[in-house]
């Protein structure tokens, strides 16, 4: 199973980025796909999800209207659209792949929002 997150890089305040996170050895579909994210001395913190049954997606808090999940079960791709960033975003994201003791990590994409 290989999870590989890509679209990460330094955006200004109020700017977008797409992320993507391509896997192999799995199908997305049947697996909760979620986004977490990580600033170098702090611990991971969850920030999307995007159910397998349903659909249904989920924000923390402080992304909700701003940040948008998605999947393409036929490129076996999730995503991750965020729009005004502003420079608490900043950090390394990670893709993860959860169906009850299954449990895949990406390697993670690095997200710089400043000036």
């Known amino acids: 199973v290989q999870l590989v997150e890509s679209g990460g890089g330094l955006v200004q305040p109020g700017g977008s980025l797409t992320l993507s996170c391509e896997a192999s050895?799995?199908?997305?579909?049947?697996?909760?796909m979620r986004w977490f994210r990580q600033i170098p001395g702090k611990e991971r913190e969850w920030v999307a999800i995007?159910?397998?049954?349903?659909?249904?997606?989920l924000y923390k808090d402080s992304v909700k209207g701003r940040f948008t999940v998605s999947r393409d079960n036929a490129k076996n791709t999730v995503y991750l659209r965020m729009s005004n960033l502003i420079p608490e975003d900043t950090g390394k994201y990670y893709c993860?792949?959860?169906?009850?003791?299954?449990?895949?990590w990406g390697q993670g994409t690095q997200v710089t929002v400043s000036l």
């Open positions: 993860n792949a959860g169906r009850r003791l299954d449990n895949y």
């Open positions: 050895g799995l199908s997305i579909s049947n697996y909760d």
């Open positions: 995007i159910m397998s049954i349903g659909g249904n997606t």
